[in-house]
C-alpha cells in the first residue's frame, strides 16, 4: 500500500490558491499511483467528499484502471501529526510520499514521523536534506562553492535606505528574511529524479508575476539545456539525503547559468510532466535502487490565480 497526501487537502487550507496548486498535484499523482497499488489518502474531512472518481481518473487515459476501490481515505480532523502515526502503525504501509511546504519545518517534521518507521520506504527526501534545501541560505553555503549561485547574505536584522535619503527614514528586514541579489534573466526549472543515479526529467519554463508562479511550459528545449541539466546536478550533489522528485529553479542571464534554490519536494511543474513509464512508477522503481529508463513529454498548464 501506498501513503500519499497533499498538506493543504490534508489539514483543509483555507486559501485558495494555495488549494489549487494542491489539489492539481495531488491529482497528478493519485491517479497514477491508484495503477500500481492500493493507495491511503490523508484527506480533512472538509474535502474528503470532493474526490469522486472522475477526479482522479485522467479522463484521456485508456491505460487508466476505471475503478476507486483501491483508494482509501482517511478523514483527518485537527491532528494531521497523529493521524499520519496512527495510520503508519496500522496499516501496512510500503511506500510513503508527503506533499508540503518547507515553511516553519512542515515538511521535514512529517518526514521525521516517516523515519521511525524502517518497514516504509519514503518517496521523498530525507528529513535531513529538507532542513538544508528548505533554508535558502544553508543551501547557499552550500552550493555557492560548485555553481553560479547569487550572492546571499546571512539571515539577520537589516535596514534598507535610499542612497540619498534624509530624515532617518528606513525599511527593516527582519531575521526570518534574508537579502539576495538579483539576476536578471529567464526565470526556468529543472525536475530530477535523485537516488543511486540522478536522472533529469524536464526542462521548464517559469511564469511568475505579482501573484507568484501562474504556470510552465513543461520540457522545452533551450540552446543551454545540457549546461543547465549539468548545473542542476553538480547542485543536488551537494547535499547529502536528496531523494525521488526534487525541482531546481535556475535563472539564466545571456549564457550563464545560475542556480537559485533546491526544492527538496514535489513541485507544481509535474503537472505538466507526461513519462512512461509513469511519475509514480519511476518514484518507486527509483526507491527500490533500479535504473530507471523513461520517456518523457510535457506540455503547457496554466494556475488560475
Known amino acids: 500500500m501506498i501513503l500519499f497526501f497533499e498538506y493543504a ?81 496500522n496499516e501496512n504501509i510500503d511506500y510513503a510520499l508527503i506533499i508540503a511546504p518547507e515553511e516553519e519545518g512542515i515538511l521535514k517534521n512529517l518526514t521525521k514521523i516517516l523515519e521511525r518507521y524502517n518497514n516504509v520506504k519514503n518517496l521523498g527526501s530525507s528529513s535531513k536534506a529538507i532542513e538544508i534545501a528548505g533554508n535558502k541560505y544553508l543551501t547557499y553555503k552550500k552550493i555557492k562553492n560548485y555553481v553560479k549561485t547569487p550572492k546571499t547574505f546571512p539571515p539577520r536584522r537589516y535596514v534598507i535606505k535610499k542612497i540619498d535619503g534624509c530624515g532617518g527614514k528606513y525599511e527593516l528586514v527582519n531575521e526570518g528574511s534574508i537579502i539576495q541579489e538579483y539576476i536578471e534573466g529567464e526565470t526556468l526549472s529543472v525536475s530530477l529524479i535523485v537516488g543511486k543515479n540522478i536522472y533529469p526529467i524536464s526542462l521548464n519554463r517559469q511564469y511568475i508575476n505579482e501573484k507568484g508562479f501562474v504556470g510552465a511550459d513543461v520540457n522545452i528545449e ?78 503547457c498548464f496554466k494556475v488560475e490565480k
Open 9 to 89: 487537502l490534508a489539514v483543509g487550507f483555507k486559501d485558495r490558491c494555495i488549494l489549487k496548486e494542491g489539489k492539481m498535484m495531488f491529482n497528478t499523482l493519485i491517479s497514477q499511483f491508484l495503477n500500481v497499488d492500493d493507495v491511503l489518502c490523508l484527506i480533512n474531512k472538509e474535502f474528503s467528499q470532493l474526490f469522486t472518481e472522475t477526479d482522479i481518473m485522467h479522463k484521456n487515459n485508456d491505460k487508466t484502471k476505471k475503478n476507486k476501490n483501491n483508494l482509501n481515505i482517511l478523514e483527518i480532523n485537527n491532528n494531521l501529526e497523529k493521524q499520519l502515526e496512527n495510520a503508519l502503525n
Open 222 to 299: 533551450h540552446e543551454l539545456k545540457e549546461e543547465i541539466f549539468s548545473e542542476s546536478i553538480k547542485a543536488v550533489n551537494c547535499i547529502d539525503g536528496l531523494n525521488g522528485y526534487v525541482g531546481v529553479d535556475i535563472i539564466v542571464n545571456e549564457d550563464e547559468v545560475y542556480v537559485v534554490e533546491i526544492n527538496p519536494r514535489i513541485t507544481t511543474s509535474i503537472c505538466g510532466i507526461d513519462t512512461d513509464p509513469s511519475l509514480a512508477e519511476l518514484l518507486i522503481k527509483n526507491a527500490n535502487g533500479e535504473e530507471l529508463n523513461f520517456k518523457v513529454r510535457g506540455r
